[in-house]
């Protein structure tokens, strides 16, 4: 029977054969309430992996590497996507036609960043944007640079900067920021379906 007049609760009892730390006797430690608690600590970490893609990812990455940006379509709604996933994430069917799309881009929104983050090369304040690439349905994320980051607006054309050709990978790095491409901005009320 169980003494219900106890504060403490009733041990558990596990299964036969399954492990159960033993109590610990905090008697030894008691001081512990006079330490100062620790109230954050910094850690760096690092984390490599590799990464198997599918075919439409694939496909994605080696165009990437010839300075080509490529989507998917669906059947079902006809909306490119980049990158592509080989599935739209609206109908759920399979994108199997492969779409060439423009080098350039708009400015659907964007964020100034004042905060370094540990190993960022940005210069601070510096622009993080979704850009829709001419030709696709849904944004990615990008740098814009080569322009004062209050002059940074929803609707600004952009032209992506490349790294050196001796340098490219099947990455996505290989586009290293967006600048200003000298064409007319686009309205902001027609980018009111990307946001």
């Known amino acids: 029977m169980t003494d219900t007049t106890s504060s403490e609760p009733a041990p558990i009892e596990l299964p036969e054969g399954l492990w159960s730390q033993p109590a610990v006797d905090m008697s030894a430690v008691a001081e512990v309430d006079a330490v100062e608690s620790v109230r954050s600590v910094r850690a760096f970490a690092s984390l490599t ?32 996507y980049i990158p592509p996933r080989g599935v739209s994430p609206v109908s759920g069917l399979p994108t199997t036609e492969q779409v060439d ?26 622009v993080s944007a ?18 004062p980051y209050n002059e940074v607006q929803p609707g600004l054309r952009l032209k992506s900067v490349w790294v050196e050709d001796s340098e490219m990978t099947t990455s996505f790095e290989n586009i290293k920021w967006w600048a200003p491409n000298g064409e007319p901005d686009v309205p902001a009320s027609e980018l009111a379906d990307y946001v």
């Not at 893609?53 to 080509?68: H, N, S």
């Not at 350039?104 to 304040?125: K, R, W």
């Open 49 to 80: 992996y590799d990464y198997t893609p599918g075919l439409a990812t694939t496909r994605f990455l080696r165009a990437i590497k010839e300075k080509r940006l490529v989507g998917e379509r669906c059947s079902e709604t006809g909306k490119v």
């Open 101 to 126: 799309l423009g080098l350039d881009g708009t400015v659907v929104s964007f964020c100034v960043v004042n905060l370094d983050f540990t190993g960022n090369a940005q210069e601070i304040p510096y």
């Open 130 to 147: 979704l850009i829709l690439v001419d030709g696709s349905d849904i944004p990615i994320y990008g740098l814009v640079r080569e322009i």
